[in-house]
């Protein structure tokens, strides 16, 4: 069994007493529920694109950062010129919750991404009404149908919908007009090896009316500078950024030397 398949399994189990615990009608009655989200897609092709993430921890490596505030993080990024935030909600494996996105949403108005290994319909009403503006899919743990179901379901409720792939096969399942944002796993997430090599290869089969995301193992503005000129306007960066005493300082060197 790969990390991926016991998240996944784990993360059925969760969701099944989540629902159980907060009905659908609860999380319909949130005063974020109606609120009118921002398109991560727009941001990330009209800015920096960078994708600042809050991570404390991830099953490649132990502790990142267990200090900072989700607050003080989101604000920074906010002030950096950072396109939008990722906020890691899982927290057997990664150490977050929905309370880091709610927080992330209370400090900052740019859009904010629910980093999340989505299997329900279920955890796409929570997006919404824990703040978020757009949600993640994995395509290695989803079937296509699953992918066209939950992107169907994000788009009716406003959210933009970023579908991850790290081979050929599932980024050909990923594409359909539901999804906003094709992002490419540099990580290997079966066996956590890091390589630009693979957004490099596999953008070659992204249509052009995607946005294109590279994600994951980005520690530099080389690698930005080596990313763009084959196509990529978002980049998401989690890492980097979180393991400084002040990431919003961090990203807002990092932006700076993208000019
Ligand atoms: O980061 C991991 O170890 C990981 C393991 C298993 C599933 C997902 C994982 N990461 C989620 C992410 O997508 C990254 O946090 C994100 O792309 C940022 O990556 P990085 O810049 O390398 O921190």
Known sequence: MTILDKITADKIKEVALRKSLIPVSQLEQSVLFERATIS?????????????????RSPSKSVINNSLSVQDVASGYEQAGVSGMSVLTDGKYFGGSLDDLLLARA??????LRKEFIVDEYQILEA??????????IAATLSRKQIEQFSTFAKSLNLDVLCESHNEEELQKSIMP????????????KTFEVSLETSKELIKQIPDEFVKV???GISSVEAIKELKPHGFQGFLIGENFMKTDNPGESAATFIKQLD
């Open 107 to 112: 400090a900052a108005q740019f859009p904010l």
């Open 40 to 56: 991560l897609a727009k941001a990330v092709s009209s800015g920096s694109g960078i994708i600042a993430e809050y991570k404390r």
């Open 214 to 216: 590279s994600e994951s």
């Open 178 to 189: 539901s999804v906003d944002m094709l992002g490419i796993n540099n990580r290997n997430l």
């Open 128 to 137: 919404k009404a824990y703040g978020a503006d757009a949600i993640l899919l």
